[in-house]
């Protein structure tokens, strides 16, 4: 049997960005950015975006520490089968992001719950500091099926080739909580999490700056949205299908 070996860098740079230009992500950092200046509120567009944007950041990466302390918990052919369970999923997933390609928004979609959607617009109504960081957190958990794949697929990864290859080895490890991660596995998440946020920062930026306008922003959206859905749909499949490789140890990375 021949193991093709990928990089794990690599995977999680791609992955990110495709991951990060996503409609649920973007739409709510538009709506901020819209109520902000709504109110006539533009100077604090900068340390309110900031606060979401970091609390959204923070959020992604301890539910991703979660999600690997979980996978590190459970024996190496239980862990396999949590991959090929997981690589089921994110392939399910992947055809429904291409299906709205074509039928957007028709049958199942990966989109934020509507009762959700509604609770977010509320609370923009009346955005404070404190409230800019409740709604960080409430919107990266609720967000997570629609965002959430490709993250997954991207923490199995990294599972499987770094954090328990490190239980045996002499890796570099950082204490969080009582949960010993291997510097590496934490480098390559704050990484992942900083480019999926990266275009929410330039929201904020272009919006505070007035480079273009928010209803600019939300018509380019509205106009490349179903190309979104397919470029992560096309990602999510492919990377469900590593993950069975993954699984059988056909793929490896490196």
């Not at 490190?166 to 999490?193: D, E, Q, R």
Request: proline share 4%.
């Amino acid at each position: 049997m021949v193991t093709a070996t990928l990089p794990t860098l690599g995977a999680v740079i791609v992955t990110a960005a495709v991951d990060s230009i996503n409609p649920c992500a973007i739409g709510v950092a538009l709506l901020l950015v819209a109520t902000l200046v709504k109110q006539d509120r533009r100077s604090e567009i900068l340390k309110v975006g900031a606060i979401y944007i970091t609390f959204v950041y923070l959020t992604y990466l301890f539910a991703g520490l979660g999600i690997l302390f979980g996978l590190t918990s459970v024996s190496t052919q239980v862990a396999n089968y949590i991959t090929v369970f997981v690589s089921l999923i994110v392939i399910t997933g992947g055809i429904l992001e291409i299906k709205d390609f074509f039928w957007y928004g028709e049958g199942s979609s990966l989109m934020i719950p509507e009762q959700y959607s509604e609770k977010i617009a509320d609370k923009m109504e009346n955005i404070t500091t404190p409230a800019a960081i409740l709604l960080g957190i409430f919107v990266a958990a609720v967000e997570l099926p629609c965002t959430g794949g490709p993250y997954l697929a991207i923490l199995t990864v990294i599972h499987q080739t770094i954090v328990a290859p490190a239980t045996a080895s002499t890796a570099m490890m950082i204490n969080i909580f009582g949960f010993h991660v291997p510097l590496i596995a934490l480098g390559l998440m704050a990484l992942y999490n900083l480019i999926f946020v990266m275009p929410l920062i330039v929201i904020v930026v272009m919006s505070y700056l007035g480079s273009y306008k928010v209803s600019e922003m939300k018509e380019w959206k509205h106009m490349n949205k179903a190309r979104m859905r397919m470029a992560a749909g096309l990602l999510m499949v492919f990377l469900g299908w590593i993950l069975l490789l993954l699984a059988t140890g056909t793929v490896r990375f490196g």
